[in-house]
Every structure is written in structure tokens, then in C-alpha cells.
């Protein structure tokens, strides 16, 4: 288990009893919480931790399973001290269905009700009643007329796919604030509302997939997920060197995509692997740039467990020949002087959680 308790939060010698948010990440390989408190306008860090998750965790709907789930997050909140029962919680993108639709014309904010669920039954491949049906209008015309338009992100999440969220948080003793999705919580941490931020594709490395999405003005236009994710590296080094997947593991996060090292053997099992994830997100920024020509993609930031791969950031700037970074979703938060270093080892990890508990409602 890594944790970082940070001390009560205060301004000089007065206890501010202010309102705790609390973001859970429950992940398939690991459960990270993050607390945050706001000061005005400044959010600061009250603490943190990261526990592995038992397998099959969350990916099971057996009982058992999620009572052990249950039970390692009150692990994990216990031993970093946080008492909050409500988070807020994120839904991975493979479980939801995410569009912007973009051809409609102006609409009111009846009208869109009726016409975003049209839309919808176009790309939910399940009975709409089986869904929780959410919309964020982007932009809307101010009045009817020939050009008018309004664009609209609908995000559709399976209600089995949710409950199970609120079982396993009710088993732990907790309430569901809000259920978002990853790809959401991760565009607030790492660019926020900042309209003047370039236009960015964020490429959300996780265990089993892939999620990009394309950000301009802190708001999301274009999405995408692939099943391809930092367990596919790793298999593709069991496959090359017979190694087990723990040792494979090792391997990936020591030498990376860096090709001079060990004769550049293992730049080469996982090359292949990382060449499908940089060829999707190539085509999520032709997508984008199709759509807003005017509007071009200036970075990408990568974030995820897998984000420190040695190597990555510079391989992939050289695919997509544009600036790439590593995700910093700590960069707007005040915190300790001496838990920056440690913040830094593990913060693209951070992005989902970091996000969830930025989230105000």
C-alpha cells in the first residue's frame, strides 16, 4: 500500500473545518483515494493512498468478490485517514457509451431531451430504459435560424454497470456522490475549465484500455476507447521472452520504449503494441481537426499507470510530431513541500482520482 497522509489542513493556527471531497478510483489493478479541500479558489491536498485490488475485483458480479473489494477501500480510507463517507466515483470508459453529437439544430432545452434520445438509439446498442442518459450542451446559437446549431456530449451509462458501483460502496460503508466516467474526471484534473489551454488530446493509459479525448476550451469534443492497454505490453513480453507476467512487468517499467537498451529487444516486443495505441490517437486528432479545421490539436498529454514508461513521451512525439507530456494533475494543487517528490513518482496515476475530487457540485 503507498500513502501519503498530509497534515490537517490549517491557515497559521486556526482549524478550518472545511468540506472534504473525496475521490475513489476503483481500478482493475489498483484503488487509489484522493482528499482534497478548497480555500477560495485553491484546492489543497489532505491526503492520499493507493492499495492493490483483489482479483477479480470489480470486473466480477459475484457477491464475494465485491465484499472483498468492499473491504480493501475501507482498507485503504482507514489508513489514509479519511472519514468522508460520500466520493465521488468514476465509471471506466469501456462501460459507457460517449458521443458528441454535433448536427443538430437549435433546440430548446425540451426539445433536446426528445431529440438526444432519438440520437441515441443510433449508437447504444442496448434498450435506452437500460440506460442513466446524461448531456452537456457545448454550444448552442443563441436563436433559431439557417445556421443555428447546438452540439451536445451525451454520456450513457448501463444502470447494472452502475449499481454495482453503489453495491460494492454500500458494502464498504460509503454513498455515491456522483458516478462519472474516467475520461471526465481526467480532462478536469489535467486541463480543467481554462479556456485559454490549447487544444489537447489526452491519451488515458490504462490496464486494459486505452481513452482518448479531444479538449479544447476545458471541453471535451471527441472520444474514443480501444481494448488496448498496458496488460497487452506486458503479455507481449511474456510472449517474446517466456518470462512470467510479474517479471514482464518489471521489464516494461525499467527499460520502456527506449531502444537502446538490452540490444533493443524489448523496444521491439512492445513497438508493435504501441504503434496500435499512437495509430488510434492519430486518428482521433484527424477526426478532430476534420470537424474544427480551425482548431488544430497543439499537445498531447498522457496519462495512466502507463505514462512513466521510459521512452514513451519522446516516441510518441516523434509519431505525432507535436509537443507530448506527461500528465501532471498535481500542478494546481497547493500541497506539502516535502511530499512534492513523492507526489511526482506516481502522478499520472493520480489523474482519475485527482480529478473525482475536483468535481464540485
Partial sequence: ???????????????????????????????????????????????????????????????????????????????????????????????????????????????LASAIRYAAEEFIPMPLSDVNLNWQ??????????????????????????????????????????????????????????????????????????????????????????STGGIALTRSLVQRFNFEMNQAEQYKKIYGIVEDQLEGKVFEALKPIIDIIAGEGRRVIQAFETKYPLNPIKRVVVSGGGAKMPGLVVYLANIFGLEVQEADPWYSIEKEKDSVSKLAQEASSYSVAVGLALRED
Avoid: C, H
Fill in 1 to 111: 500500500m503507498y500513502l501519503l497522509p498530509i497534515s490537517p489542513y490549517d491557515t497559521g493556527s486556526a482549524v478550518i473545518m472545511a468540506k472534504i471531497n473525496v475521490g475513489l478510483d476503483i481500478g482493475f489493478s489498483s484503488i487509489k483515494a484522493v482528499s482534497l479541500v478548497k480555500d477560495k479558489d485553491k484546492y489543497k491536498l489532505v491526503s492520499l493512498g493507493s492499495i492493490p485490488s483483489p482479483q477479480p475485483g470489480i470486473a466480477s458480479d459475484m457477491d464475494e468478490d465485491l465484499e472483498a473489494l468492499a473491504v480493501t477501500i475501507k482498507k485503504l480510507l482507514t489508513a489514509a485517514n479519511i472519514e468522508q463517507k460520500e466520493v465521488v466515483v468514476a465509471l471506466p470508459e469501456s462501460k459507457v457509451f460517449t458521443r458528441v453529437i454535433d448536427d443538430l439544430p437549435y433546440l430548446t432545452d425540451a426539445e
Fill in 137 to 226: 450542451v457545448l454550444v448552442r446559437s443563441e436563436a433559431r435560424g439557417k445556421n443555428a446549431k447546438t452540439v451536445v456530449l451525451v454520456i450513457a451509462s448501463p444502470k447494472n454497470a452502475a449499481l454495482k458501483y453503489i453495491k460494492t460502496l454500500d458494502k464498504a460503508g460509503l454513498r455515491a456522490k456522483v458516478l462519472e466516467t474516467e475520461i471526465l474526471a481526467v480532462t478536469r484534473s489535467l486541463v480543467g475549465n481554462d479556456p485559454f489551454s490549447p487544444s489537447t488530446l489526452i491519451m488515458q493509459l490504462g490496464v486494459t484500455t486505452t481513452d482518448f479525448a479531444a479538449v479544447s476550451k476545458g471541453l471535451i469534443w471527441l472520444t474514443r476507447s480501444i
